[in-house]
C-alpha cells in the first residue's frame, strides 16, 4: 500500500505507519524544520519504505497515486482548501481513503481575541461542516467509508 503523508514534520507517523503497517510513505513537509526526520529515517532503518521530500503539497505533480493520504493538523496552513481538496482527489487512487485531523473553529462567531489569534497565526480554520461541503464538492465524500468527528 502506498501512504502520502501531508505535512509530516518529524516524521513519527510517517515512521509509524512504515514499521508497524510495512506500507510504502511518501512523507512531504513545506519546508526542512530541522535534520531531525532525515536523521531518524536512518537511524529507524526504514530509508526503503519512506520518502522524505521538501515540497508543498499543492506542487506536488498528481503523477503518483496513492491508496491512503494521511494528515495530522496541516490543513490550516493551507489557505486554498477547494484546490487542496481537488488536487488530493487527483493523487488518490480510485477507491483511495483521506484520512485527516485539523484545527477547527465552531459555527458561531469567535470572540475577537480569537479572531485575533487566527490572523495573527495565519491560520485558515473550518467548522465541521465546512469541511463536509469541501470534501463533496471535490467529490471525497462519496465512499461508505465516510466520517467526519469533531474531537
Ligand atoms: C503542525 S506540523 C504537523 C506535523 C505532523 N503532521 C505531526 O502531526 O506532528 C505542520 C507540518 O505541515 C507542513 N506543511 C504546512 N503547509 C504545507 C504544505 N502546503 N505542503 C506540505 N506540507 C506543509 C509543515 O512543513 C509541517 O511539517
Same mark, same amino acid.
Given at each position: ?19 508497524? %503497517? ?5 512523507? @512531504? +513537509? ?5 535534520? &531531525?526526520? $532525515?536523521?531518524? #529515517? ?34 490550516? %496552513? ?5 484546490? @487542496? +481538496? ?5 493523487? &488518490?487512487? $480510485?477507491?483511495? #481513503? ?41 467529490? @471525497? ?11
Amino acid at each position: 500500500m502506498r501512504v502520502l503523508d501531508v505535512g509530516c514534520g518529524l516524521g513519527g507517523s510517517a515512521f509509524l505507519m512504515a514499521r508497524e %503497517h510495512g506500507v510504502s510513505v511518501h512523507a @512531504l +513537509m513545506s519546508r526542512p524544520i530541522c535534520s &531531525l526526520a $532525515p536523521e531518524r #529515517l536512518r537511524s529507524q532503518g526504514l530509508v526503503s519504505q519512506v520518502t522524505l521530500e521538501h515540497v508543498d503539497v499543492l506542487a506536488l505533480p498528481a503523477t503518483s497515486r496513492y491508496d491512503v493520504i494521511y494528515s495530522r493538523d496541516v490543513f490550516l %496552513h493551507i489557505h486554498d482548501k477547494p484546490r @487542496l +481538496m481537488e488536487h488530493l482527489h487527483s493523487l &488518490l487512487k $480510485p477507491g483511495g #481513503l483521506l484520512f485527516f485531523t485539523d484545527y477547527g473553529r465552531g459555527a458561531s462567531m469567535p470572540s475577537s481575541e480569537f479572531v485575533a489569534y487566527i490572523e495573527q497565526r495565519q491560520y485558515d480554520l473550518r467548522t465541521v461542516n465546512g469541511y463536509r461541503v469541501l470534501l463533496e464538492q471535490a467529490a @471525497l465524500w462519496k465512499s461508505s467509508r465516510r466520517t467526519i468527528r469533531r474531537i
